[in-house]
């Protein structure tokens, strides 16, 4: 892992779109609506150097928006919206070139409005009208160089995922690595029945792999989908590769003690929750010497304040999901006492791709060993890690904490 942050052009841009996206407002939500909301008027002000255009809505909209390039376009993507505007005030003016309406599938639809070349969105905000009927979409576009355009967009591809398939190409989508512990020659633990953890995570990996994909909004990576061995670095080095949104490490432990059972949400700190996390990390990062592949070097490459506010920003994010992950798991399968715990795994280290490790219950307990086994429980366990996925990937679209 020595190179792993010296000599990587993708973690620059990707950090400083960390920073900056920050304070980028790109999702605004409401509370869902049941019925669909009214766009009672729609009008383009400005001339080329400078546009507005203002949304009248019978209610508070959900609505995002991102940048394409080529031509440079703005997309603003309502849920649930019904166009009744006089079209004749929305027609294009000065720096807004076009003005085109799509369907996006579900209940989305995209207002995309084409720019007289390059813009900067300086706003896109939603108000409460005054007199208290419905509210007003409001976004003002500034004439900008296509050095800005670009900044904007790399910041948008570095902090958001746009997840319709096939309509904003210029946009990767949520990335998602699921690392199933173990393999080839490191079998993991073994279960009361002699089930190994290298098997049942595999299983259960390209279960939640597939269960993703029928979603048809994520890109999905395996470190590993056959039973090989594959060291914890190259692990890390296969979730960075893919630039993942999200590092999920599947296992299945056993220990001594046999009534312990229950999931756990593990993160990385350097200082463990508690012992028998602390003594988890140190089995899991064994697992290359106990395959004979000595010790890989310790990660100490990652050092400055400017990798230290990145490790700082991937943490929070790893935090943010593990909450959601907990929350979810839970309404879903049994879990441990305090179930979200924290120690120094290797596996979770990647400066840059927020990560978690989910230890789905105990191979040393009978009754929990007999779920893994059992797919409709794995199935329920994968709905559980889904939703937080779902979660998590809307919350880092709009995210401004
Ligand atoms: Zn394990």
């Given at each position: 892992?020595?190179?792993?942050?010296?000599?990587?052009?993708?973690?620059?841009?990707?950090?400083?779109?960390?920073?900056?996206?920050?304070?980028?407002?790109?999702?605004?939500?409401?509370?869902?609506?049941?019925?669909?909301?009214?766009?009672?008027?729609?009008?383009?002000?400005?001339?080329?150097?400078?546009?507005?255009?203002?949304?009248?809505?019978?209610?508070?909209?959900?609505?995002?928006?991102?940048?394409?390039?080529?031509?440079?376009?703005?997309?603003?993507?309502?849920?649930?919206?019904?166009?009744?505007?006089?079209?004749?005030?929305?027609?294009?003016?000065?720096?807004?070139?076009?003005?085109?309406?799509?369907?996006?599938?579900?209940?989305?639809?995209?207002?995309?409005?084409?720019?007289?070349?390059?813009?900067?969105?300086?706003?896109?905000?939603?108000?409460?009208?005054?007199?208290?009927?419905?509210?007003?979409?409001?976004?003002?576009?500034?004439?900008?160089?296509?050095?800005?355009?670009?900044?904007?967009?790399?910041?948008?591809?570095?902090?958001t995922s746009v997840t319709s398939a096939g309509q904003a190409?210029?946009?990767?989508?949520?990335?998602?690595?699921?690392?199933?512990?173990?393999?080839?020659?490191?079998?993991?633990?073994?279960?009361?029945?002699?089930?190994?953890?290298?098997?049942?995570?595999?299983?259960?990996?390209?279960?939640?792999?597939?269960?993703?994909?029928?979603?048809?909004?994520?890109?999905?990576?395996?470190?590993?989908?056959?039973?090989?061995?594959?060291?914890?670095?190259?692990?890390?080095?296969?979730?960075?590769?893919?630039?993942?949104?999200?590092?999920?490490?599947?296992?299945?432990?056993?220990?001594?003690?046999?009534?312990?059972?229950?999931?756990?949400?593990?993160?990385?700190s350097e200082t463990p929750s508690d012992a028998a996390s602390?003594?988890?990390?140190?089995?899991?990062?064994?697992?290359?010497?106990?395959?004979?592949?000595?010790?890989?070097?310790?990660?100490?490459?990652?050092?400055?304040?400017?990798?230290?506010?990145?490790?700082?920003?991937?943490?929070?994010?790893?935090?943010?999901?593990?909450?959601?992950?907990?929350?979810?798991?839970?309404?879903?399968?049994?879990?441990?006492?305090?179930?979200?715990?924290?120690?120094?795994?290797?596996?979770?280290?990647?400066?840059?791709?927020?990560?978690?490790?989910?230890?789905?219950?105990?191979?040393?307990?009978?009754?929990?060993?007999?779920?893994?086994?059992?797919?409709?429980w794995r199935a329920q366990a994968t709905a559980g890690i889904?939703?937080?996925?779902?979660?998590?990937?809307?919350?880092?679209?709009?995210?401004?904490?």
């Amino acid at each position: 892992m020595a190179s792993l942050f010296k000599g990587s052009p993708a973690l620059a841009p990707r950090m400083f779109g960390w920073l900056v996206g920050l304070a980028a407002i790109l999702l605004m939500s409401s509370a869902a609506h049941a019925s669909p909301i009214q766009v009672e008027g729609l009008r383009v002000v400005g001339d080329a150097s400078r546009a507005r255009i203002v949304m009248d809505v019978s209610d508070s909209p959900d609505l995002r928006w991102f940048l394409l390039r080529a031509p440079h376009r703005l997309v603003l993507e309502l849920t649930d919206v019904e166009y009744l505007h006089d079209e004749t005030a929305a027609s294009p003016r000065g720096l807004i070139t076009d003005i085109a309406f799509t369907d996006a599938g579900g209940a989305k639809s995209r207002m995309i409005v084409t720019g007289e070349g390059a813009f900067v969105v300086e706003n896109v905000d939603i108000m409460k009208n005054e007199d208290g009927a419905g509210y007003r979409v409001v976004v003002d576009m500034v004439a900008g160089s296509d050095r800005q355009f670009e900044a904007a967009l790399a910041d948008q591809i570095a902090t958001t995922s746009v997840t319709s398939a096939g309509q904003a190409p210029d946009v990767p989508r949520f990335t998602i690595v699921i690392d199933p512990g173990h393999g080839g020659a490191d079998s993991g633990a073994r279960g009361v029945s002699g089930v190994l953890e290298k098997t049942i995570t595999l299983a259960f990996g390209l279960e939640l792999k597939k269960a993703l994909e029928d979603l048809d909004r994520y890109d999905v990576h395996m470190t590993r989908d056959r039973d090989r061995f594959l060291r914890l670095d190259e692990r890390v080095r296969i979730a960075r590769r893919h630039e993942a949104d999200l590092f999920i490490s599947i296992h299945a432990d056993a220990i001594r003690h046999r009534d312990v059972r229950g999931a756990t949400v593990y993160t990385v700190s350097e200082t463990p929750s508690d012992a028998a996390s602390a003594a988890k990390a140190i089995r899991e990062n064994l697992a290359d010497q106990l395959a004979g592949y000595g010790s890989p070097e310790e990660s100490d490459e990652v050092s400055g304040i400017l990798a230290d506010l990145v490790r700082r920003e991937t943490d929070g994010f790893s935090l943010r999901f593990a909450n959601a992950l907990v929350d979810s798991l839970s309404s879903e399968i049994a879990m441990i006492k305090n179930p979200h715990r924290f120690a120094g795994f290797q596996v979770l280290k990647a400066p840059d791709v927020p990560s978690v490790l989910v230890e789905l219950g105990y191979l040393s307990n009978a009754a929990d060993e007999a779920q893994l086994r059992d797919v409709e429980w794995r199935a329920q366990a994968t709905a559980g890690i889904v939703g937080a996925i779902d979660r998590f990937a809307g919350g880092r679209i709009g995210s401004t904490e």
